[in-house]
């Protein structure tokens, strides 16, 4: 075995180095490039698991020839790789002359093909187009028969647009919305480069339309002949007919004409049948309204509420007919005057409620014309004020009722402005002659001056038309201002006519007699609001007799007291001390005058109301004549109070006087005591005057106070 130099230590090669001081390094450099290794490194993982395989014992000789074992094993591998793509490149030449002489055939074919595209390109080119031409006549086609189902009409169904053979029915509806669609949409060809294909259709779609408007305008024309308003369960067939024909307004207007004439007669028979009871209905509770001919205020009001309720049963008919199911009248109108702008005027709106009031009113004129005749007769009739008035404001009732339902411009609302004007007129033609009658014979007042019979009679009337105009509709606002004029002509002549009569009688029956007409007169009409201001001029009247029959009474109790001549004396008089005592010297208020008086006074005192109430014993009203009598007291006690009040002013004047004299005596007898001759005539001279100045009060021959007075007089 050879050995080298690296086997041994201490060995140094050519260069003269030690090669034992060198393996030390190498070893180190070993060591540290193995601790360095990271073991999760791949390689070291798959030299580990390599060697694992192989089992290797960790021994010295192994150590020594692992190198070489391994570098004999990656000889080995290397050359089995390298047999084996000897192989495969064995292989490879093989597919490559495959490949040229597949190449050649493939040459060999693309030569052969040109050749046959050369030979067949005119086949070709000319199967080409036929395919093309074939796709184009496919989507011809489908389009022809979608244009086809869209814009023509099969002939069934046109049938059943125009014959009148055939029902008008939904599918008839059906038919005609798609003729009008179909009418619609070619408007849009009408905008293609064609326009001759449109115009066309167009026509075509116009000439089906109005033959199919016309069928159902002669349909429906026949139906209103039969058709029953009063039966709650109108064929739908109807109703949506009729919507369909507004949107031809011509012929729906055509077809309305006829309907309202139909619709007249069948009221206007109806009316004359309720009138005479000549139906084939022999249905006991169903009587004659000319029955009660006799009573106007009946028949009138039967008439009245008929029409009422044929009014209100017709509109709720057609509203149902016209205006069920929202608006949908409304807008075949609006449609078809949109199609036929020449049917309309410029700026007219159609409103559905408007076209039924005026339907209504159209059906109701027949009714409107005999119900006017027949009311207006009864009127002229009727000889009664008071039952005038009543169907007057019946007729305004019913007409406030009816303008609800119909407006204020129609038929029947012009029929009864018509009559309540007629029934106004008459009534005051009847009140007229009825007033200038009363006044020919009302020559004088009662003798007991109690109300007029004609005044009660009045008033009587005048009480029944207020009941009768409170129950109308007139407006609270323009109630006083409306019934005024029936007062002013009812009531106003014979009041005047009182006060003319009153100016014949004596006081204080003039007042007596006016406070018992006027008092009455207020009674009846203050519990109703709407105569306030005839009331005020009433109470005016009443409070100036009041006051009148105050002064009167008043003027009794002075004179038959004896307090007048002692008022009048000192009324002239002032409260000064010259004119009080002024007073002492006046006839009236000497002892005996002022004695006499006061008998006379206390014979006045215990019977003093009674003799005062027997003056207003003609006044029927004994509460006023209470309060008149008793105002009348009060007034008395108050002069009563004033007289009293200056005679003891005079009283304590005099007294006054009196005292400073005395005070004036004693001082000069004080100064005068020297001489008892001056002393002794001093005072026989005071004596003298004493006896000058003895008086007495003047209440002592009027004792009366003003309390015992009101006391006697309450």
């Known amino acids: ?7 041994y230590p201490g060995y140094y090669d050519d260069k003269g180095a030690s090669t034992a001081g060198q393996r030390p390094l190498a070893l180190t450099q070993k060591l540290t490039g193995v601790l360095s290794v990271s073991y999760a490194d791949s390689e070291i993982r798959d030299a580990l698991r390599l060697l694992d395989l192989k089992n290797v014992q960790n021994t010295p000789d192994l150590r020594r020839s692992i ?47 040109a050749a046959a595209r050369q030979e067949n390109a ?25 244009f086809n189902k869209h814009f023509v009409l099969p002939e069934e169904e046109i049938m059943i647009l125009t014959s009148t053979n055939e029902p008008i029915n939904a599918h008839f509806f059906a038919v005609l919305d798609r003729t009008k669609q179909i009418h619609a949409d070619c408007q849009i060809l009408l905008g293609s480069e064609n326009q001759l294909l449109g115009l066309e259709l167009m026509e075509q779609s116009s000439r089906q339309l109005n033959s199919g408007y016309q069928k159902l305008y002669r349909w429906i024309q026949k139906e209103f002949k039969t058709l029953d308003l009063e039966n709650p369960q109108i064929n739908a067939i109807i109703r949506r007919s009729l919507r369909t ?41 169903m009587k004659p309204i000319e029955l009660h001919a006799h009573d106007t205020l009946r028949y009138t009001g039967d008439i009245l509420a008929w029409a009422h309720s044929a009014t209100v049963s017709e509109r709720e008919s057609l509203e149902s007919l016209f205006i069920s199911e929202g608006d949908e009248m409304a807008k075949g109108i609006r449609a078809g005057r949109q199609s036929e ?33 027949r009311v207006e007769q009864a009127i002229q009739g009727q000889g009664d004020a008071v039952t005038i008035y009543k169907i007057a404001n019946l007729i305004g009732f019913y007409r406030v009722t009816l303008t609800k339902l119909l407006g204020p411009n129609s038929s029947v609302m012009e029929a009864l402005s018509a009559l309540e004007g007629v029934a106004m007129r008459q009534f005051e033609i009847l009140q007229s002659d009825q007033t200038a009658t009363v006044q020919v014979e009302f020559t004088r007042a009662p003798p ?51 006060d003319s009569l009153a100016k014949d009688l004596d006081t204080p029956a003039i007042d007596i007699f006016l406070l018992n007409c006027y008092t009455s007169t207020r009674f009846t009409l203050q519990s109703f609001d709407f105569t306030l201001s005839f009331v005020e001029q009433i109470d005016n009247v ?18 038959v007291s004896g307090l ?6 000192l009324t002239s008089l002032t409260d000064s001390e010259t004119d009080l005592i002024q007073v002492h010297d006046l006839a009236p208020f000497q002892p005996a005058a002022l004695t006499e008086a006061s008998r006379t006074l206390d014979e006045f005192l215990p019977s003093a109301l009674i003799d005062a109430l027997e003056n207003l014993k003609q006044l029927r009203n004994t509460k006023l004549a209470g309060d008149i009598t008793s105002e009348a007291a009060d007034r008395f006690c108050e002069h009563f109070e004033f007289v009293e009040t200056r005679l003891a002013a005079v009283d304590e004047l005099l007294a006054a006087n009196d005292k400073r004299g005395e005070l004036s005596s004693d001082d000069d007898e004080e100064e005068d005591q020297e001489e008892d001759e001056n002393r002794r005539s001093r005072s026989r001279a005071k004596v003298q005057d004493d006896e000058k100045r003895d008086w007495v009060p003047l209440r002592a021959f009027y004792p009366r106070t003003s309390g015992e007075i009101r006391v006697l007089l309450s």
């Open 1 to 7: 075995m050879d050995y080298t130099s690296h086997d």
């Open 67 to 113: 190198r070489f074992d391994l570098q004999k094993d990656v000889i080995e591998c290397n050359a089995s790789i390298v047999q084996d793509f000897g192989q495969v490149a064995e292989q490879l030449k093989h597919v490559g002359s495959t490949i040229s002489s597949l190449n050649a055939i493939c040459k060999d074919m693309r030569r052969q093909v």
């Open 122 to 146: 005119p086949v070709l080119d000319e199967a080409s187009a036929l395919l093309k031409q074939k796709e184009d006549l496919e989507k011809k086609k489908q389009l022809l028969i979608a």
């Open 245 to 285: 024909l507004a949107e031809r307004p011509a012929l729906f207007e055509d077809c309305l004409d006829s309907f309202s004439e139909a619709r007249q007669h069948v009221l206007t028979d109806g009316f004359y049948t309720a009138l005479t009871g000549s139906s084939g209905n022999d249905d006991p509770s």
């Open 341 to 373: 702008p020449w049917s309309a005027m410029d700026g007219e709106s159609f409103d559905g409620r408007q076209a039924l009031d005026d339907l209504v009113n159209r059906n109701m004129a027949g009714v409107a014309r005999a119900l006017r005749q």
């Open 448 to 498: 007991d001056l109690s109300v007029p019979d004609v005044l009660d009679e009045t008033l009587t009337q005048v009480k029944a038309l207020m009941k009768s105009y409170e129950s109308s509709l007139t407006p609270a606002d323009s109630r006083e201002h409306d019934f005024k004029p029936i007062l002013l002509q009812t009531l106003r002549p014979i009041l005047d006519t009182c």
């Open 542 to 559: 009443v409070g100036s007799s009041t006051s009148n029959l105050i002064d009167y009474q008043h003027a009794f109790f002075l004179h």
């Open 564 to 569: 007048h001549s002692l008022l009048t004396a």
